[in-house]
């Protein structure tokens, strides 16, 4: 098996691309230990030294390291191992029955078109790009002009997601709706 590596615009995480499918539908992330609790993998990249966060998408497996000193020369090759022994043992990604809970999305129900074509722009035109990076964006909420997102994966915690919000995903839904004034992540 062969995992190949790409370098995030986040510093502190790497994506692994297996060479296969990780999950075929949805995303998984646990930021702390005590979050992998449905993923055998992700419980085994937790017990990397170093490791401080992972994410699933459907062809990559982000993992984040520690801001403890930790560096990717020796955190790596670990993290390598354990996607492979992983894999090759055949177990599930995610326990039988483990889900990601939905956060919960708000906004005025006279919105709805306004939220709808928010989350088709972020369907269609973000959410592939910042996958390419190893992250992810959600619609959490939409009021009274501002959008609310939450970053995911790779873009949580990245210095380049402020400029990713502001220059890329505002100025796209300000292109297609005048009614947002800001995107804000939360």
């Not at 990249?45 to 966060?53: A, K, M, N, T």
């Not at 129900?109 to 390419?132: C, F, N, Q, S, Y």
């Not at 909420?141 to 990245?158: I, N, T, W």
Request: aromatic residues 8%; hydrophobic residues 40%; negative net charge.
């Amino acid at each position: 098996m062969f995992i190949q590596t790409e370098a995030t615009p986040n510093p502190a995480t790497l994506k692994f691309l297996p060479g296969r499918v990780v999950l075929q539908d949805g995303t998984f992330e646990a930021r702390d230990p005590a979050g992998a609790v449905g993923s055998p993998l992700a419980r085994a990249l937790f017990d990397v030294p170093g490791v401080s966060g992972v994410y699933f998408g459907h062809d990559f497996i982000s993992v984040t390291k520690a801001e403890d000193g930790s560096e990717w020369p020796q955190v790596k090759p670990a993290v390598l191992g354990a996607i492979m022994e992983h894999f090759m043992s055949g177990a599930p990604v995610l326990d039988a029955g483990a889900t990601q809970e939905a956060a919960e999305e708000f906004f005025d129900e006279a919105d709805i078109e306004t939220v709808e074509t928010i989350k088709d722009l972020l369907e269609t035109r973000v959410r592939p790009a910042v996958a390419g990076d190893g992250g992810d964006i959600t619609f959490r909420g939409y009021r009274e002009g501002v959008v609310y997102l939450e970053m995911k994966g790779a873009c949580s915690g990245c210095p380049s997601s402020t400029a990713t919000l502001r220059q890329g995903v505002q100025n796209l839904f300000r292109h297609f709706l005048p009614d947002v004034r800001e995107v804000q992540a939360v």
